[in-house]
């Protein structure tokens, strides 16, 4: 049975950092797509950031600020999460694939960065940035 788990959300001020996580138990880690949404009251969710073992993706909104990594000894997906601002605040989501998932658009193929693609979805960690 797959679980992620994700950890690390808080609490910050507009401009700090935080790092989130999500490890990952009876998952493939390497050679899958993992990815982290994003979802604040009241709004749709939206992609973040998507990894495969040979590239990542980012949301335009992130791009820049945010940085996906993950650790496959750890079976840990991580997120750096840098200049927060408080249209960052949201439930983050950690979810994986049963295998590779990607998009292509205008002739280039990145990791998927929709949520239709992934099997497994961890509970969430709440980021909350105030200004």
């Known amino acids: 049975q797959v679980k992620l788990v994700e950890s690390g959300g808080g609490s910050v001020q507009a401009g700090e950092s935080l790092r989130i996580s999500c490890a990952a138990s009876?998952?493939?880690?390497?050679?899958?797509?993992m990815a982290w949404f994003r979802q604040a009251p009241g709004k749709e969710r939206e992609a973040v950031a998507s990894?495969?073992?040979?590239?990542?993706a980012y949301a335009e909104s992130v791009k820049g600020r945010f940085t996906i990594s993950k650790d496959n000894a750890k079976s840990t997906l991580y997120l750096q999460l840098n200049s927060l601002n408080a249209e960052d605040t949201a439930m983050y989501y950690c979810?994986?694939?049963?295998?590779?998932?990607?998009?292509?658009?205008?002739?280039?193929?990145?990791?998927?960065?929709?949520?239709?693609?992934?099997?497994?979805w961890g509970q969430g960690t709440q980021v909350t940035v105030s200004s």
């Open positions: 979810a994986a694939a049963a295998g590779l998932r990607t998009q292509c658009r205008g002739g280039t193929c990145f990791p998927s960065l929709q949520g239709r693609d992934y099997d497994y």
């Open positions: 009876g998952y493939t880690f390497g050679g899958n797509s």
């Open positions: 990894i495969t073992p040979q590239n990542t």
